[in-house]
């Protein structure tokens, strides 16, 4: 069964350098997703992306955040200047265009833990 | 804004049937979700129903929707130990695009 493919599975990083999360959603889906879930409480969405734009985006997906596809395959969450509270597991999903009037489920990645020392 | 609520915790015997249950304030709703997540792994999604439904049956897997009391639940039968795991219910409206609001989680453990 096609999967939602995320690396690294895990990212240790300096607190103020930048990193890039990877991601490769399933080959014919349309619509790209990042959550995050920081240990212990709830998985948070932070943006939406179609046709090679965001569609929607959270409180939490300010300036430091960005989203790019930069080929046909890949779908990548940068974060610049990483804060200690960017520590989470950050999730990618993917969804197929619907038809009208109806709605696909999103396809969750593993995850990658982001670890900010 | 749109809230998720579960119960934390759910511990059941191996061979018990298990019930979570789900609260949510949108009435928009339109899809609401289960997804299970093991320790260390990604959000695996489980079931979903559309709320023109009361009741969605897949194998172990029965969910049930109040919506009239925004209520959902899901009933795993014959509980084994692999389904030990944390169950979150989620929810969208019927929109392209639009991100899901998950709730906190119910963990499940399962006692031989």
């Known amino acids: 069964e096609p999967e939602v493919t995320q690396t690294p599975s895990h990212q240790v990083t300096q607190m103020g350098q930048e990193v890039i999360l990877r991601c490769v959603p399933i080959?014919?889906?349309?619509?790209f997703y990042w959550y995050r879930q920081i240990l212990g409480q709830k998985v948070e969405f932070l943006v939406s992306?179609?046709?090679?734009?965001?569609?929607?985006k959270s409180e939490i997906f300010d300036d430091q955040f960005s989203v790019e596809r930069p080929d046909g395959s890949n779908f990548t969450l940068k974060i610049r200047s990483t804060k200690l509270e960017d520590s989470a597991m950050y999730f990618c999903?993917?969804?197929?265009?619907?038809?009208?009037?109806?709605?696909?489920?999103?396809?969750f990645g593993d995850g990658t833990r982001l670890s900010i020392l | 804004g749109e809230d998720v609520e579960q119960s934390l915790f759910l511990s059941v015997r191996e061979g018990d049937s298990s019930v979570i249950n789900c609260t949510y304030t949108?009435?928009?709703?339109?899809?609401l979700y289960w997804y299970k997540q093991e320790p260390g792994a990604g959000l695996q999604l489980l079931t979903y129903?559309?709320?023109?439904?009361d009741m969605k049956q897949d194998q172990r897997l029965t969910v049930l929707l109040n919506k009239k009391d925004k209520h959902l639940s899901l009933r795993i039968a014959d509980t084994q130990t692999g389904d030990s795991a944390i169950y979150f219910c989620?929810?969208?409206?019927?929109?392209?695009?639009?991100?899901?609001?998950f709730g906190p989680g119910t963990r499940l453990s399962v006692l031989p």
């Open positions: 999903a993917s969804s197929e265009l619907p038809g009208q009037g109806s709605n696909q489920p999103q396809h």
């Open positions: 989620a929810e969208t409206p019927d929109n392209y695009g639009q991100n899901f609001v």
């Open positions: 992306f179609y046709n090679n734009e965001i569609s929607e």
């Open positions: 949108d009435s928009s709703s339109t899809y």
């Open positions: 129903i559309f709320s023109n439904m």
């Open positions: 080959s014919n889906h349309l619509y």
